[in-house]
């Protein structure tokens, strides 16, 4: 029986879905203004391997992940460049939506837009003001906070509390400063409404989307711990006064990511895209850094514990390789009556603790290089896959290789630019150390191996010339 660490209740439950096999996930999605981060990974990774699980388990799951495509970050960002925000919305959802194939993540069922739900939006809002929970001033419509008695429930902060912490405003359009924004006056970037043209607040975006995809109840809600208050706890407000139902049965959050201790965030200037990171690990590699840690723990960066992670994962690679040399994989093997097996889903089970699945990995990986057969090589596969990784031979486009020779010469101390003229091709950059090994330069030719090899490709000198292929 798979049990979760319900973030409402503080407490591990058996989960239990309101259908007994179909189940309702909705995770909060990016805002599109910027490159997604490392804290983008952790948080977008920890969900891929819950939907891949609760599939694993043998669940229908319909998984929405929102997008939101209209925010103040995407209107800074398109004043400040020039560009209108749905060039901004839409260039910055492409990026992200290649870094998460990049890193293997499963697209979800839905994904649907802010921008594309504005009808959805209005209309709770006015269900809200209909009902005594939201009042309009000014152009703007507020949520009426004191209206909620279980406001603060999910953070663990009662009203009072946060009452007294909150901002003294000098705006006298509130009827209280904890009333927070549904809908905002935006004459310049706004939509019409029954309260002038303006635009959504962005908690009532994630209520709209996910009542209409998914229903006014869902099964788990997800993401990042940052998200909790206020964000979580307004959606619980906006959605349950508007709706007169629970909205969700368990809430699910993932830790930070830190550096020195210290959250990575846009805000601090302290985060690692995951494209620069990719420069240097692979996919597997990340995932393993990530999955070795209990999601809802705090992971701290460091390019030593990716190192690590790319020798595990080598090392589970190497394993799966060789066997492949001699036996393949079963795809018809009943795997549900072997002690791995089991061991495996009593530790997923057990709160996704993967830290306690990847140990049976590793075992699976030792075993399988001393009996190199097909249902150790099967079992690990198959586990693997639930986690996420991908042991397949990878194919990069030409976009991807040009990449990774990008990072071949941002590593060498030479102006190889100029050598070759800025448009560097695999066979020219191997002319070069070809020419280096003839001039006996062997500093420049061990040098340019060296970043072969932290750009993930692989040189193998033979009598014929040199040969490469990626990790």
């Not at 319900?6 to 096999?21: C, L």
């Not at 097909?374 to 639930?386: C, F, G, H, P, V």
Request: charged share 30%.
């Amino acid at each position: 029986m798979l049990k979760i660490h319900n973030s409402y209740s503080q407490q591990i439950e058996e989960f239990v879905p309101q259908d007994t096999k179909n189940v309702k996930m909705y995770v909060c999605g990016p805002t599109v203004y910027d490159y997604a981060h490392l804290g983008h990974a952790r948080c977008y990774i920890t969900w891929d391997v819950l939907y891949r699980y609760l599939k694993f388990k043998g669940f229908e799951v319909t998984y929405c992940r929102n997008v939101t495509d209209v925010d103040d970050k995407i209107l800074n960002k398109a004043q400040k460049e020039g560009k209108t925000p749905d060039e901004i919305a839409q260039f910055y959802y492409q990026a992200f939506s290649k870094s998460m194939d990049s890193l293997n993540t499963i697209k979800p069922d839905i994904e649907p837009f802010a921008t594309k739900t504005i009808g959805e939006m209005i209309a709770i809002n006015n269900e809200l003001i209909k009902n005594g929970h939201a009042y309009e001033s000014q152009g703007d419509v507020y949520f009426r906070v004191k209206s909620f008695d279980k406001y603060g429930q999910l953070s663990k902060q009662p009203l009072d509390s946060l009452e007294s912490g909150a901002r003294v405003e000098t705006s006298e359009i509130k009827e209280n400063p904890m009333d927070f924004a549904l809908w905002k006056s935006d004459e310049k970037f706004g939509y019409k409404s029954p309260w002038g043209v303006g635009r959504p607040g962005w908690h009532i975006e994630c209520s709209a989307m996910s009542r209409k995809f998914l229903g006014k109840t869902i099964d788990i809600h997800a993401g990042g711990a940052d998200l909790i208050f206020p964000h979580h706890e307004n959606e619980i407000a906006q959605s349950e006064c508007a709706n007169g139902v629970q909205f969700v049965k368990y809430w699910m959050h993932n830790g930070f990511v830190t550096i020195n201790k210290e959250k990575m965030s846009k805000s601090l200037g302290n985060f690692l895209t995951i494209d620069e990171i990719l420069k240097n690990y692979d996919a597997n590699a990340i995932r393993l850094f990530i999955l070795t840690n209990h999601y809802r723990m705090p992971v701290e960066f460091s390019d030593e514990s990716l190192i690590s992670a790319a020798a595990g994962v080598k090392r589970l690679y190497n394993a799966v390789n060789e066997a492949r040399k001699v036996t393949k994989v079963d795809e018809n093997l009943d795997l549900t009556n072997l002690e791995e097996y089991k061991e495996f889903t009593d530790a997923m089970d057990e709160d996704l603790n993967t830290s306690k699945a990847l140990a049976i990995l590793f075992d699976l990986a030792n075993k399988l290089n001393k009996e190199q057969n097909s249902t150790y090589l099967t079992l690990l596969y198959t586990l693997a896959n639930t986690l996420g990784f991908n042991f397949d031979k990878v194919e990069y486009s030409e976009e991807e290789l040009k990449s990774k020779l990008d990072c071949v010469v941002d590593k060498l101390e030479l102006n190889i630019d100029k050598a070759l003229g800025g448009n560097e091709t695999m066979e020219e950059i191997l002319a070069l150390r070809k020419s280096a090994r003839e001039n006996k330069n062997w500093e420049l030719a061990d040098k340019m191996r060296i970043a072969f090899d932290e750009a993930g490709i692989v040189l193998k000198d033979g009598k014929d010339g040199t040969a490469w292929e990626l990790k």
